[in-house]
């Protein structure tokens, strides 16, 4: 059985290792020339890790990997902590895995090499024009036959668009900056946790990243439009320091040291009706778009390559498109809908923050507990 994966990301090259470990034939299409180091930092929650670690890529991983003490949500401007989640330790002990923090290249490279340890093919600079519901995939300079493809090549995703239709992306209004500092640079480096800092209008998250000696930045800040194409546009870090202006002085150090900080907007589409269309289907992005806010992105995608390989082997491909489809849509769903609502919640300050303090002190086992149906998901039960 062949498979070809359209699209190089965390999803497509998950998805590449979980089929060729059950003996398909992989080829992953790829439009860049080249694969670098792009991205930055990922939070790779239990349910995630679950998934890694059954792809048998967590080994490999384990000198990059950071384990962050707790995920907070703190003033922005202040850096007072308004609620904490303690995950070191406790995380195995809730939900069966570690939460962990990692360069999205590191995963990109780990996923990369286990799945060429098992013959899956990497084809870089082929630009996918089309498919055909049989397994054929036309790029611009050949044709590739499958017994099943996978759209794996984002949120402006050419399978789905040829699927559903040319419907785009809808801009959410907030574009996102991202940078990386060496932790050894920094007087004042923020915890060593998964940080929300929030604000009127823009937050910023920091982890930390490879061994915990890098530091990595996200700020989200509201914007009417967005004209440029990409997601590693440079930015201007003069805007930057606007956008982030008088915040606590961890965020402000990380900024001054940022050279050459990137921009990308955020894009999102409501839940699809369906993934397939005969032995074609779609993971990640090209699915699911999901907002950074819950930092499941890349778990989800990892969830999603983990389903669609199991199905595989339940049964016949059109029925296990179909099963799978049926046993993600509600799960992601809800996730989509969850990222959202806390993008909004962390685009707050001053006293409409003061009930998330409030629920940090009285009911720190509330707030935890609402993690469950995310962090102790089992990927691997075909449960939806």
């Known amino acids: 059985m062949k498979a070809i994966v359209v699209g190089a990301g965390i999803g497509g090259l998950a998805a590449a290792l979980a089929l060729a470990q059950d003996g398909w034939q992989v080829d992953v299409l790829e439009r860049a020339p080249s694969l670098g180091e792009v991205g930055a930092g990922l939070q790779i929650s239990p349910n995630g890790m679950r998934v890694l670690d059954w792809l ?11 384990e962050p003490e707790a995920i907070t949500l703190r003033s922005g401007k202040t850096g007072r902590v308004l609620f904490r989640l303690p995950m070191k330790d406790t995380a195995t002990e809730r939900w069966g895995a570690p939460f962990m923090q990692v360069h999205r290249a590191d995963l990109h490279d780990a996923l990369l090499r286990a799945g060429q340890s098992l013959g899956v093919t990497l084809k870089t600079g082929l630009d996918v024009r089309s498919y055909r519901s049989d397994g054929v995939v036309f790029t611009d300079t050949q044709d590739f036959d499958g017994d099943l493809v996978i759209g794996a090549d984002g949120v402006r995703s050419v399978i789905r668009d040829q699927m559903l239709g040319a419907d785009p992306a809808r801009f959410t209004g907030n574009v996102a900056w ?4 060496d932790v050894d640079t920094l007087s004042d480096p923020p915890p060593p946790e998964g940080a929300i800092w929030a604000g009127h209008k823009r937050h910023a998250v920091t982890t930390r990243i490879r061994s915990g000696q890098m530091v990595n930045f996200v700020g989200i800040v509201e914007q009417e439009d967005w004209t440029e194409e990409g997601w590693s546009i440079p930015g201007d870090p003069d805007v930057l320091k606007a956008d982030f202006g008088n915040w606590a002085p961890p965020l402000q150090e990380i900024i001054k040291a940022a050279d050459a ?6 894009f999102d589409r409501p839940p699809s009706p369906k993934w397939s269309d005969g032995v074609v289907t779609l993971v990640g992005d ?9 930092a499941q992105g890349a778990v989800q995608a990892l969830e999603d390559a983990a389903c669609l390989a199991l199905s595989l082997r339940k049964t016949r491909t059109r029925p296990a498109l179909e099963a799978y489809h049926a046993r993600r849509i509600d799960r992601v769903s809800a996730i989509q809908a969850r990222s ?29 507990s609402k993690q469950d149906w995310i962090y102790g998901h089992d990927p691997l039960s075909l449960q939806p």
């Open 340 to 368: 959202a609502q806390n993008l909004r919640m962390f685009h707050k300050s001053g006293p409409a923050l003061v009930p998330f303090w409030v629920a940090g002190r009285a009911a720190p086992g509330v707030l935890q």
């Open 56 to 66: 048998g890529v967590t080994d490999s991983l384990r000198p990059a990997f950071f």
């Open 178 to 181: 991202r940078l990386t500092v």
């Open 261 to 266: 900080p990137f921009r990308w907007a955020l």
């Open 286 to 294: 090209a699915a699911h778009p999901m907002l950074p806010s819950m």
